[in-house]
């Protein structure tokens, strides 16, 4: 049985909705879903009219896991085992505005997987740009392009030292997946960012997302690693990266970006890159 199913309230294409259904694939029935105000909380619908076939709580934008680890209480007041709690939030709701809900779930180091679905812009409201938007991206708040650069999540919540840590990309959802599972078998706090573009944010078709999804990876510019016990692990690497060029291009949000925008990308990218794979190598993770 599909967990979250099709006929969802999400755009066609939207790479959320992808994104939670590879996941479900992962998680299984025994999930309680948390998920604070997003395109998400909508487009899984709610009452009679809801895609989900698991328990979901909707929580408020600050706290979604805040309130996972409530139910992680409830469930082991209760003597319940084998459930799996997870707060699902977009990059709103885990770099910028649920940040201190997250900050604090994992310094306690509460046993739930926080997963960041990120569009790069905050699409539930219409597009604004956030923490993790890009620079020089345009958005109807940065209608020059935005002057500064994103956060690094994943960075952000190493630092927190959880007790699994991984990027994914919806492009490659074996390899989110099998991220997922680890996750789940681990007790503690983990957190996955998965990148799932919004074409309406983006300014590209809808029939393009993954395939937007895929290009990040294979320029370089969105990174698959796993982390475990402070242990580094690239999970994909491109056999010959691409020019992000290819990438800003194709996408109408990089119309302000200027040529000198694009060459500091890409060598920014190519020494994020190198410091990368210097560090991580392919060593398997216990
Ligand atoms: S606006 Fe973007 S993130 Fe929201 S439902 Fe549509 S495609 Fe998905």
């Given at each position: 049985m599909d967990l979250f199913t099709g006929g969802h309230s999400g755009c066609r294409g939207c790479g959320a909705a992808i994104a939670m259904r590879q996941a479900m694939q992962a998680l299984g029935p025994r999930t309680i879903m948390v998920i604070p105000a997003s395109c998400m909380a909508t487009i899984g619908?709610?009452?009679?009219?809801?895609?989900?076939n698991i328990p979901f709580y909707h929580s408020l934008f600050a706290c979604a896991p805040a309130v996972a680890s409530g139910v992680r209480a409830a469930l082991e007041i209760r003597g319940i085992e084998g459930v799996k709690v997870v707060s699902w939030a977009g990059d709103a709701g885990t770099a910028d505005i649920g940040f201190q809900a997250l900050s604090g779930a994992a310094e306690r180091n509460e046993d739930i997987i926080h997963v960041c679905y990120d569009n790069e812009t905050y699409m539930n409201t219409g597009g604004q740009a956030g923490g993790t938007t890009p620079l020089s991206a345009w958005t109807p708040d940065t209608?020059?392009?935005?002057?500064t650069k994103p956060k690094d999540m994943p960075a952000l919540m190493a630092a927190h030292r959880p007790e699994y840590l991984a990027t994914a990309s919806i492009a490659y959802p074996r390899d989110f997946i099998e991220k997922l599972k680890r996750a789940a078998e681990v007790k503690g706090f983990c957190y996955l960012h998965v990148l799932a573009p919004c074409h309406r944010g983006w300014g590209?078709?809808?029939?393009?997302t993954v395939e937007m999804a895929r290009l990040a990876v294979e320029c370089g510019l969105w990174i698959l690693y796993e982390e475990r016990q402070g242990r580094q692990r690239l999970t994909v690497v491109p056999e010959k990266r691409l020019p992000v060029r290819e990438y800003i291009l194709?996408?109408?949000?990089?119309?302000?970006?200027r040529e000198e925008d694009i060459e500091a990308l890409q060598a920014e990218v190519d020494q994020r890159w190198q410091r990368m794979a210097a560090g991580a190598g392919g060593e398997e993770l216990g």
């Open positions: 619908g709610s009452g009679l009219k809801t895609a989900w209608p020059a392009g935005k002057p590209i078709r809808e029939e393009e194709r996408q109408q949000r990089f119309r302000e970006c």
